[in-house]
Structures are given as structure tokens and as C-alpha cells.
């Protein structure tokens, strides 16, 4: 069983920037990947980012050249580091690995963009 923590959502204006983190009760060395979903309701839960155990990454179309996802092996954490964020950004931010073949989620961080 691995147990995930989010923090660092809250709310910011547009052009902000927020740094999420996910804190994994496991060593992220065992993960095969790590990613950052988000969701708003009625609309189906998207890919944002993820990061393979190579430490290859990618992003979504949507985010490019404005949010990052990284890891600190130290720590044992990911991160998501969101720039000029949009009013569309708004939304509840999940992290999700991978391990062995069984997937975990964290229990969530909304980020809400308004002025």
C-alpha cells in the first residue's frame, strides 16, 4: 500500500504560480511512474504531466511551457510547479503512481485561478 499527500493548491490570481507537492509513504524509487490529473465537474479527469521511473517526462498540450513536474528522490516527493496560470487551470489536482502494477491516488488539492 502506498499513501499519497497533496498540498499547495489554493487560490491564486491569474498570471499566478503554485507549487504543488505530492509526499509518497514509499520510496518513489519503487514507482514505475508518477503523474498529476486534474478534474472539474462534469468534465473527465486529465493527464497534466507524468514522469517515468527513467526520469523522462511530458505534459500536456494545455500546460506546455507553462507547468513542470519534477521529483526529489530525497524526499520522496513530486512536484508540479504551475506558471502563468489560467482561469482554466481551475480544478481539483490529483497525484497517481504507479507501482507493481497497482495504481494510488492522493485524496486531492484544488487549485482555484480567479481574480
Known amino acids: 500500500q502506498v499513501q499519497l499527500v497533496e498540498s499547495g493548491g489554493g487560490l491564486v490570481q491569474p498570471g499566478g504560480s503554485l507549487r504543488l507537492s505530492c509526499a509518497a509513504s514509499?520510496?518513489?524509487?519503487?514507482?514505475?511512474?508518477m503523474a498529476w490529473y486534474r478534474q472539474t465537474p462534469g468534465k473527465q479527469r486529465e493527464l497534466v504531466a507524468v514522469i517515468i521511473s527513467d526520469g523522462r517526462t511530458n505534459v500536456a498540450d494545455s500546460v506546455k511551457d507553462r507547468f513542470t513536474i519534477s521529483r526529489d528522490n530525497t524526499k520522496n516527493t513530486m512536484y508540479l510547479q504551475m506558471n502563468s496560470l489560467k482561469p482554466e487551470d481551475t480544478a481539483a489536482y490529483s497525484c497517481?503512481?504507479?507501482?507493481?502494477?497497482?495504481?494510488?491516488w492522493g485524496q486531492g488539492t484544488q487549485v482555484t485561478v480567479s481574480s
Open positions: 497517481y503512481v504507479v507501482r507493481l502494477g497497482n495504481g494510488y
Open positions: 514509499a520510496s518513489i524509487f519503487s514507482f514505475d511512474l
